[in-house]
């Protein structure tokens, strides 16, 4: 009912920027955070960064001050702006979102499939 889709991943060498964005659509009436967790090989799954309406931004310590994540309110979209990318970045880059919405209305959470994102050495 609520569908979250992700684009933006691929291969980057160290240093360098991606751009990850996820668009929410289906029943939904509003948006409470939006956000990005990342899953790295063999480890567990984990806060990148999230904005949450009312609250602000949540960053993990090892993203601050090179992770910007962003919200479009209007087209229900988040972006993810990575800079300075390093090879521990490395992950699957999950979108997140927590919505009320659906039929009947009720707070969901809702991940998006994952995009992969690998930064070479």
């Known amino acids: 009912q609520v569908q979250l889709v992700e684009s933006g991943g691929g291969l980057v060498q160290a240093g360098g920027s991606l751009r990850l964005s996820c668009t929410a659509s289906g029943n939904i009436f509003s948006i409470n955070a939006m956000g990005w967790y990342r899953q790295a090989p063999g480890k567990q799954r984990e806060l990148a960064a999230v904005?949450?309406?009312?609250?602000?931004?949540n960053y993990a310590d090892s993203v601050k001050g090179r992770f910007t994540v962003s919200r479009d309110t209007a087209k229900n979209m988040v972006y993810l702006q990575m800079n300075s990318l390093k090879p521990e970045d490395t992950a699957v880059y999950y979108c997140?979102?927590?919505?009320?919405?659906?039929?009947?209305?009720?707070?969901?959470?809702?991940w998006g499939q994952g995009t992969l994102v690998t930064v070479s050495s």
């Open positions: 904005i949450s309406s009312g609250v602000g931004t």
């Open positions: 997140y979102a927590h919505v009320l919405g659906g039929s009947p209305n009720r707070y969901l959470e809702v």
